[in-house]
């Protein structure tokens, strides 16, 4: 399945090494969450998304299906301004999808730059990247099984490797089921951002991802943090000074 079929409320699968502590915390999360899922349904109105395919110069169908677990219409226009602002040298993606679509073509308008985008599904990295090319574009798709969070934080995140001289960083998984702070783990990388460089953490609204926001305010004091309340999710920013 691909980011251009239509996607259900919940995740493709939920992996079998969630512990019995992090399944607690997601039904704890869970009443308090659903209203911020219910509404990311909608993934923004018709009118954003073909504003977002004009500006791009895409086809009116590149993007036919947007919400539930894909990036809406507000995050992908935030991303496209962020690339055409600050011309990012290396941007990196955790959670490929629409948004992998959006940032190549964003990209190579702009003038250059490269995308590394992680995701844990073989299929999906596969299918991503054939539809990238279908379009004429190009990223560096990788697959990156998921394994115990590091930094001490709970969940799942990617496998990624060594990750160097980060200009843009775009979270938008592993999603909330494996556990609702599971993306926290994005900041064992926040070492390799360049100066200057940009945090943009999707579903900055649900109640995991603000007290994601809270602990990374207080470890990183030299990350300027400031939260989007726009579009349908709402969209942590994060801005390394100089």
């Given at each position: 399945m691909t980011s251009r079929e239509p996607t259900g409320f919940l995740p493709k699968?939920?992996?079998?090494?969630?512990?019995?502590?992090?399944?607690?915390?997601?039904?704890?999360?869970?009443?308090?969450?659903?209203p911020f899922l219910l509404k990311s349904l909608r993934g923004g109105s018709k009118s954003e998304k073909r504003r977002l395919l004009e500006r791009l110069d895409l086809p009116h169908d590149a993007l036919p299906h947007l919400g539930s677990w894909k990036a809406d219409t507000g995050?992908?226009?935030?991303?496209?301004?962020?690339?055409?602002?600050k011309k990012p040298g290396r941007v990196i993606e955790f959670g490929c999808g629409a948004s992998s679509l959006v940032m190549s073509r964003a990209l190579q308008i702009a003038g250059g730059g490269t995308l590394?985008?992680?995701?844990?599904?073989?299929?999906?990295v596969e299918k991503t990247g054939q539809w990238l090319r279908q379009h004429g574009l190009?990223?560096?798709?990788?697959?990156?099984p998921l394994r115990p969070a590091p930094g001490?934080?709970?969940?799942?995140f990617y496998d990624t490797g060594p990750i160097e001289n980060i200009d843009l960083m775009v979270i938008d998984g592993p999603h909330w089921t494996l556990h609702p702070m599971t993306r926290g783990a994005a900041e064992?990388?926040?070492?390799?951002?360049?100066?200057?460089?940009?945090?943009?953490?999707?579903?900055?609204n649900r109640p995991g991802e603000r007290m994601i926001a809270r602990r990374w305010r207080a470890r990183h004091p030299e990350i300027d943090f400031t939260l989007w309340k726009g579009g349908e999710k709402g969209t942590l920013i994060g801005t390394r000074k100089p």
């Open positions: 699968d939920v992996d079998a090494r969630v512990g019995w502590k992090d399944r607690a915390m997601v039904a704890l999360f869970a009443p308090f969450t659903a995050l992908l226009h935030m991303i496209v301004d962020t690339i055409f602002e590394t985008s992680f995701d844990q599904h073989v299929t999906f190009e990223a560096d798709i990788r697959h990156a001490g934080w709970p969940g799942l064992t990388h926040f070492a390799q951002l360049n100066p200057g460089a940009t945090i943009l953490l999707d579903d900055a």
